[in-house]
């Protein structure tokens, strides 16, 4: 990596203490105009906490004064979506904007639909995924659902950051590239 490295760190939140069944996805990257190198990736479970409050501290733990830039998915509440939610998924956005404002960290929100281009398939067909006993991969780790989008959220952002450079897969020669028609 350049002496411009830059320390990003992406962000697939799930608020949703209260049934248990929240998982955040993370994804920390060493990003320039050359590559990325993911150097950390992590799922934060709701089961593993007493308390919300506990819960969402876990993510802002994860928010350092030196990464560079945070990205977030978003959440959008559409019409006849979640009508009988608590919303918890929001209000974890909110905190973790908040904590991202106070370390002096800039944060980018980027909607669910932004990653379609990236989907598993052309991932896969572009050697940044590989698929091995049903089971997705990066870099010989095994990467979950929240993971996987969280890793999608840092190539969006890469692509609208550098264009259409590479992107490299860790211990690789060869670069790969991101064209616009993906």
């Known amino acids: 990596m350049s002496k411009n490295t830059k320390l990003v760190l992406s962000i697939d939140p799930s608020g949703n203490w209260l049934d248990g069944k929240g998982k955040t996805g993370l994804v920390l990257a060493e990003v320039d105009e050359e590559g990325f190198k993911v150097i950390l990736k992590e799922t934060i479970r709701a089961k593993d906490y007493d308390s919300h409050l506990d ?20 959440f959008i509440l559409y019409p006849n979506n979640k009508m009988w939610s608590y919303l918890e998924t929001p ?5 973790l904007q908040m904590h991202a404002h106070l370390l002096d960290i800039p944060m980018e929100l980027q909607r669910a639909t932004e990653i379609h281009m990236f989907n ?17 991969w990066h870099d010989n780790r095994i990467y979950n659902d929240h993971e996987r989008s969280a890793l999608k959220h840092l190539l969006r952002w890469y692509k609208k950051e ?14 790969v590239r991101v064209s616009p028609d993906t």
Not at 91 to 95: A, D, H, M, T, Y
């Open 120 to 136: 598993d398939e052309v991932l896969i067909s572009k050697g940044i995924l590989e698929k091995r006993r049903g089971r997705y």
């Open 55 to 74: 819960y969402w501290e876990a993510h802002m733990d994860c928010l350092d004064p030196g990464l560079d830039k945070v990205i977030v998915e978003d």
């Open 162 to 175: 550098y264009g259409n450079g590479p992107i490299q897969k860790k211990n690789q020669s060869e670069a």
């Open 91 to 95: 209000r974890l956005i909110g905190v």
